[in-house]
């Protein structure tokens, strides 16, 4: 694999402007959704572009629209796909991830990785019976500074079961304890 020293292209002052960054917000990194595309195909633009910065994951349409603003920490996760050049997005609140086609030369999969590692301050796993799991999380708004509380429940575990609001709380409580919360 080369290295090359020539500067990745800037991001069209349209989309910037759509964006809208904050105090102190950079642009890390950004890429074209593209449609058609496939193994071996490179696909055509659709009009969106991802934009990921030090705070939040946007997505631009192309009538200059902003369609995504999440901060980082309400990234659950990420996948991607090499094969289908494509990156799902998981998110906190439980809503249908998020999928984009962005061709292969992007460098979104590290920065949403990093990103989202970065707004993890501390975690614990809950074992709540046989197959079931839930996290509690404290994360950073890498935006505002402050700490957010968070717990993601594992497949089949229900918010509104006793047992499992009583050991989330618990692990909140324990987390808040060691973070200087309580």
């Not at 991802?50 to 631009?60: F, G, K, Q, R, S």
């Not at 494509?86 to 439980?94: A, N, P, R, S």
């Amino acid at each position: 694999m080369a290295l090359s020293l020539r500067r990745a292209p800037r991001l069209p002052a349209d989309v910037r402007a759509a964006v809208g960054l904050g105090p102190g917000e950079r642009v890390l990194t950004w890429a074209p959704v593209l449609v058609g595309a496939g193994p071996g195909v490179a696909g055509e633009p659709s009009g969106t572009t991802l934009v990921a910065t030090n705070h939040a994951l946007y997505a631009v349409g192309a009538a200059g629209e902003r369609s995504l603003t999440r901060p980082w920490h309400e990234v659950d996760s990420g996948s991607w796909s090499a094969e289908l050049t494509q990156l799902t997005v998981t998110w906190i609140d439980g809503t249908r991830p998020s999928q984009w086609v962005l061709g292969d030369t992007t460098l979104l999969p590290e920065t949403l990785r990093e990103r989202v590692q970065a707004s993890v301050v501390l975690t614990q796993k809950i074992e709540l019976g046989p197959r079931r799991t839930a996290r509690a999380v404290i994360r950073q708004d890498l935006g505002r500074g402050g700490l957010v509380e968070q717990v993601v429940l594992g497949r089949g575990v229900r918010a509104d079961d006793p047992e499992v609001a009583a050991a989330t709380a618990a692990a909140l409580a324990y987390l808040r304890e060691q973070v200087g919360l309580s």
